[in-house]
């Protein structure tokens, strides 16, 4: 599918159009938009019943994919980096002006996280732009889908393209979520990486 010359298009063109996809990821099952498409933002927090406060965050098979949209890693940041790119890590970072406040709740910093699943590596390469808005697969105050069975139940009538994981499962367990600041890192929330 993902070496389908025509679905990669139509997969371009439906995401250009606001569309949202849901995949898996090494964690739990995320659903994703252009970090661009206010209309896919918007529909996510839709189908979601997200609160406006919590911003999405960015997620690509790459951080140089990702820089664009920081003003800039700090030290601390970039050895976090090092250490666990790919997984379960989400660091947030100052905001460049590329990243749209609609997104990160009129925040001025975005979390940026490369998942370590093969699939959705694959997913990235194929997207123009190879970066997604992303946030759980879920109704916001369930649990995270873990599997595609749950994903579909929770959101596939709400999406417009549901990815099978093709043997890539994820483990189940939310990412660690750390604010990284000059040369400080906060936790603000424990997942199965330990700062």
Not at 37 to 60: A, F, H
Not at 176 to 195: E, H
Request: glycine share 8%.
């Amino acid at each position: 599918m993902l070496n389908n010359e025509q679905f990669i298009q139509t997969l371009n063109q439906t995401l250009k159009n606001g569309g949202v996809i849901a995949f898996v990821t090494d964690t739990v099952w995320g659903v994703g938009c252009l970090p661009t498409s206010e209309k896919g933002v918007e529909k996510i927090y839709n189908m979601k019943g997200r609160d406006r406060s919590k911003p999405l965050i960015l997620m690509s098979n790459s951080v140089e994919n990702m820089l664009p949209y920081v003003k800039f890693v700090p030290e601390t940041a970039q050895k976090l980096i090092n250490e666990h790119f790919p997984g379960a890590l989400t660091i947030i970072l100052k905001k460049s002006d590329l990243t749209p406040d609609f997104m990160t709740s009129g925040m001025d910093t975005v979390g940026i996280r490369v998942p370590d699943n093969k699939f959705f590596s694959q997913l990235c390469s194929v997207i123009e732009g190879d970066v997604l808005a992303t946030t759980s697969a879920n109704v916001s105050t369930m649990p995270s889908a873990k599997t595609y069975a749950e994903a579909n139940e929770y959101i596939g009538q709400d999406v417009d393209y549901i990815f099978e994981d093709c043997g890539h499962a994820c483990a189940g367990v939310e990412s660690t979520v750390v604010l990284a600041k000059d040369d400080s890192v906060k936790i603000l929330r424990q997942g199965s990486v330990k700062i």
